[in-house]
Nanobody, 119 residues
Framework: QVQLVESGGGLVQAGGSLRLSCAAS????????MGWYRQAPGKQRELVAT???????NFAGSVQGRFAISRDNAKNTVYLQMNSLKPEDTAVYYC?????????????WGQGTQVTVSS
């Protein structure tokens, strides 16, 4: 089972920036897609951004042009650079990893990190 450790959340003023990190560890595995999701109070969890093993990215329309996702395959780590943050970006952000162990395919979620954007 892959364990994910997230870091980088916090409180920031509107217009500011934060960078989230998520490192995967735990045995022998091959990571495919990595991504970030978020869940605001009273709302469903939603996709923020994903990146494939080949570096193809996908973003939610609400963050397009403000957020960037990248990964370091040597470190099994995915990053989310968040710029021009808005109060509506306030949420718990979760890392998700799609990975393979032998012939089996799994996905794993991080514990979540709080991002709060003040107006």
């Amino acid at each position: 089972q892959v364990q994910l450790v997230e870091s980088g959340g916090g409180l920031v003023q509107a217009g500011g920036s934060l960078r989230l990190s998520c490192a995967a560890s735990g045995g022998s595995f091959r990571i495919h897609a990595m991504g970030w999701y978020r869940q605001a109070p009273g709302k469903q969890r939603e996709l923020v951004a994903t990146i494939t093993s080949g570096g193809i990215t996908n973003f939610a329309g609400s963050v397009q042009g403000r957020f960037a996702i990248s990964r370091d395959n040597a470190k099994n780590t995915v990053y989310l650079q968040m710029n021009s943050l808005k109060p509506e970006d306030t949420a718990v952000y979760y890392c998700n990893v799609d990975y393979e162990v032998g012939i089996w395919r799994y996905d794993s979620w991080g514990q979540g990190t709080q991002v709060t954007v003040s107006s």
